[in-house]
């Protein structure tokens, strides 16, 4: 159980382009997802937080132009990434945290595989 | 505010041999603490959690791992290491749900650990 599927896994696309990658929560109810950027041998860098229904919360630093988040279901969160460059590329993992796994943090996220995006 | 520090980049064991990953955190309340598995070109999957009650948490694959209060620590271990355990390991926490907070987890800079034959 607790299934969260992320696609596209990777993608190569032109500068300018924009991407969306797409988080689902296969089995369960997914109140409250997150967004995380990795670079290359480092750790996961929290982008932003959404839930279902309301307006994504960003880190410092993120800009909510660049990065559009929606959650529109409880079952859904896209990422988009507008008009890439070079420098957004990286590695993209969602993680959801469902309904009905009890109130409060100490119910662990569930990670989608990531989206490696490469930007030319 | 919340902070972990995961002692040793990279660490290398022979197989069979006693895998200890370290990882200590800072937190101005009782945290909520973490171990996460990532293998190559995937998400994360999870290890094990403590909460409350016993420090002494097990976890999948054989690894568990102690909660110590006085120490500020959360080490990995595990008693004999396959090759199948080689991946990179992140120690998380996060704090309890006081005023709405997200639950946000905050996240070591990850320790790989490779496995010789």
């Known amino acids: 159980g607790a299934v969260v599927s992320q696609h596209p896994s990777w993608v190569i696309c032109k500068s300018g382009t924009s991407v969306k990658i797409e988080c689902r929560s296969l089995?369960?109810?997914?109140?409250?997802m997150f967004w995380y950027r990795q670079f290359p041998k480092q750790s996961l860098m929290l982008m932003a937080t959404?839930?279902?229904?309301?307006?994504?919360?960003?880190e410092q630093g993120v800009e909510k132009d660049k990065f559009l988040i929606n959650h529109a279901s409880l079952t859904l969160s896209t990422l988009t990434v507008t008009s890439a460059h070079p420098e957004d590329s990286s590695f993209y993992i969602c993680?959801?945290?469902?309904?009905?796994?009890?109130?409060?943090?100490?119910?662990?996220?569930?990670f989608g595989d990531g989206t490696r995006l490469s930007i030319l | 505010a919340q902070s972990v520090t995961q002692l040793g980049s990279h660490v290398s064991v022979s197989e069979g041999a006693l895998v200890l990953l370290r990882c200590n955190y800072s937190?101005?309340?009782?945290?909520?603490l973490f171990w996460y598995v990532q293998y190559p070109n995937q998400g994360l999957q999870l290890l094990l959690k403590?909460?409350?009650?016993?420090?002494l948490v097990k976890g999948i694959n054989g690894f568990e791992a102690e909660f110590k209060k006085s120490e500020t620590s959360f080490h990995l271990t595990k008693p004999s290491a396959h090759m199948s355990d080689a991946a990179e390991y992140f120690c998380?926490?996060?704090?309890?749900?006081?005023?709405?907070?997200?639950?946000?987890?905050?996240f070591g800079k990850g320790t790989k650990l490779s496995v010789k034959p």
């Open positions: 993680s959801a945290r469902g309904q009905g796994e009890g109130w409060g943090n100490n119910q662990p996220q569930h």
């Open positions: 089995d369960f109810q997914a109140t409250t």
């Open positions: 959404s839930n279902e229904g309301s307006k994504a919360t960003y």
């Open positions: 937190s101005s309340v009782p945290p909520y």
């Open positions: 403590y909460t409350t009650g016993a420090t």
């Open positions: 998380a926490v996060s704090a309890p749900n006081y005023g709405g907070s997200q639950g946000n987890l905050i």
